[in-house]
C-alpha cells in the first residue's frame, strides 16, 4: 500500500512512526511509572477493540506511517494480544511491527507472537538482582521475566531483542556492572532510558535523573566504548564495546532531547491520538470512528493533529506543564 501523500508536520518532520497502547492495564507497579495502589483502569467498553485497532493502523499506514509498536500499560494482559498481532502483520506497507513489555507473561506468548508475526522485542528489565528488582517494581518478578527473555530468543525471527532500563539516580549506579556483563554475554542489547515526569507518584525531580552521558562515563571505566552510526529520528545513541561484544545504547529525552528529529505519534487504548509523549492536550479518534466516520473524514482528523505537532517537549523549561495522564495510561 502507498501512501498518498507523507505525513508531515507544521516543522517538516516526516512522520513515519506510530505507538499504540492496547490497555492501560498493567501487572507491575513500578516505581516510575504507577503508585503501589495502582489507577483506575479504563471501562472494556472505552477501549479499543481488535477491529478498531486494525482498522486505525491500516489508515495511519495509508498515511505514510511505516513502523508501528504494540505498548501498553502491559500489552500481553490484553487478551489474545497475539490475535491482534496477526491482524496487524498482515497489513501491507508496516515495515516493522515490535513489542514493549514487562516480559512477564513473555515466556506464556513468546510462540505465539513469534509465529503470529512480531518483528522485534524490547523488555523492561530495571535490575538483574532480584531483591533490587523487586524493590523498584513491587512484584517477585525477576526470574519469571528472564524465562521470558530465554523464550523469546529462542525464534530467530524476533531480532533484535533490546533490554530496556529506566535509569534513576541512587538506583541504577550499582546495576552497571552486571547489565553490561549481560549485554556482553546474552546478545541482548541494553538500553537506559532516562527517568521522565511521567509517574503517577509525581516524585520525578530534576536530580533524580541519572543521565545518559553520566552512565556512558560509568560504563566506559569499565569497558572501553565506540560509537555507532545514529539512524535519523532514532531514540538512542548506541555504543559497542570495543572488543566487538555486545552494546549498549542511550536513550536520554530530558538531557539530551531529540525533538528535532521526532517522527513519532501515539494511540492510547482508548483511541485519542497523541503528537508528543508530553502532549497536554490530545484528539479523539475512537468518537468519530465509532459514530461512522469514513476513512476519509478520520485522515483529515490526523493531518490536522499531525500539522501541530509539538516543536519539542519544553521539560527544561519554565512553565513545564506534565501531561494529566501517566506513562501507563498513555503507552511507552
Known amino acids: 500500500m502507498k501512501p498518498e501523500s507523507a505525513l508531515e508536520d507544521g516543522h517538516g518532520r516526516r512522520i513515519s512512526d506510530l505507538r499504540v497502547s492496547v490497555t492501560d492495564r498493567c501487572n507491575f507497579r513500578c516505581q516510575y511509572c504507577m503508585p503501589i495502589g495502582g489507577l483506575p483502569w479504563l471501562e472494556r467498553k472505552e477501549i479499543l477493540n481488535f477491529e478498531e485497532i486494525e482498522r486505525l493502523v491500516r489508515l495511519f499506514v495509508g498515511l505514510g506511517i511505516e513502523d508501528v509498536r504494540l505498548t501498553g500499560g502491559e500489552p500481553l494482559v490484553r487478551r489474545d494480544f497475539p490475535s491482534l498481532v496477526r491482524m496487524l502483520a498482515g497489513i501491507d506497507g508496516i515495515r516493522d511491527l515490535s513489542l514493549t513489555t514487562n516480559g512477564y507473561l513473555l515466556e506464556r506468548d513468546a510462540e505465539a507472537l513469534a509465529m503470529a508475526g512480531i518483528d522485534r522485542v524490547n523488555v523492561s528489565v530495571d535490575s538483574l538482582q532480584r531483591d533490587r528488582f523487586f524493590r523498584l517494581v513491587r512484584r517477585d518478578a525477576l526470574p519469571q521475566v528472564l524465562r521470558g527473555l530465554e523464550a523469546i530468543s529462542a525464534h530467530p ?6 533490554v530496556n532500563a529506566v535509569a534513576m539516580r541512587g538506583f541504577t549506579e550499582a546495576e ?8 556482553r554475554s546474552a546478545g541482548i542489547q541494553v538500553r537506559f532510558i532516562e527517568f521522565m515526569p511521567l509517574d503517577a507518584d509525581r516524585a520525578w525531580r530534576p536530580n533524580s535523573v541519572l543521565s545518559g552521558r553520566e552512565l556512558r562515563w560509568m560504563i566506559e571505566a569499565l569497558h572501553p566504548l565506540e560509537e555507532l552510526p545514529r539512524e535519523r529520528s532514532a531514540t538512542s545513541r548506541v555504543f559497542r564495546f570495543a572488543d566487538g561484544h555486545g552494546e549498549v545504547g542511550f536513550v536520554s529525552p530530558v538531557t539530551e532531547p531529540f525533538c528535532a528529529d521526532c517522527n513519532r505519534l501515539r494511540l492510547t487504548a482508548d483511541g485519542m491520538l497523541r503528537t508528543c509523549l508530553f502532549s497536554i492536550e490530545e484528539l479523539d479518534l475512537a468518537g468519530p470512528l465509532r459514530d461512522g466516520a469514513d476513512d476519509a473524514a478520520l485522515a483529515e482528523i490526523v493531518r490536522r493533529a499531525v500539522w501541530g505537532k509539538e516543536l519539542k517537549h519544553r521539560i527544561n523549561e519554565p512553565g513545564f506543564r506534565r501531561p494529566l495522564r ?7
Open 157 to 162: 525471527s524476533v531480532r533484535p531483542i533490546k
Open 176 to 183: 552497571i556492572e552486571r547489565f553490561c556483563d549481560f549485554a
Open 326 to 332: 501517566t506513562m501507563s495510561a498513555i503507552g511507552g
